[in-house]
């Protein structure tokens, strides 16, 4: 490798990084101002106590899951059927299938085994608990 070429690499990498840093100031200064003003109706500028402006990020609301506390027979087979031990009809039936799809999801999460849903296995699987049909 020649001395003259890496030096004129050098330079195009500098200029590259100045126009890059120049570009960034310039819409660090722009955006603010033509973006928001602080007439908004949301509020999403905030004036600061050095007097500069600050642009809040206002996300959109979610809608809160609510899991119930003690689960319904039909609750307990959508939250095992979402974990993927149980596929069958989500009938409200406690049933041997439903009952060994309980002792597969204790025996892999290191409950107890009794094949019930108990406030224990309850608090594991409900994480599991979308409700995806009625």
Known sequence: MSPVIFPRIVKEQDKKIYRLGILLCCLLIILPIVGCS???????????????????????????????????????????????????????????????????????????VDGKVGPKTWSVLKKYYILMED
Do not use: C, W
Not at 90 to 105: K, N, S, W, Y
């Open 38 to 112: 602080s007439k908004e109706k949301d509020n999403s500028v905030v004036r600061s106590s050095n007097n500069t402006y600050e642009t809040a990020l206002t996300l959109p609301q979610v809608p809160k899951l609510t899991v119930p506390f003690k689960p319904t027979n039909k609750d307990i087979q959508i939250a095992l059927r979402n974990a993927g031990f149980y596929n069958g009809e989500i009938d409200g039936d406690i049933g041997p299938m439903t009952e060994q799809a309980i002792r597969q999801f204790q025996r892999m999460h290191n409950l107890s």
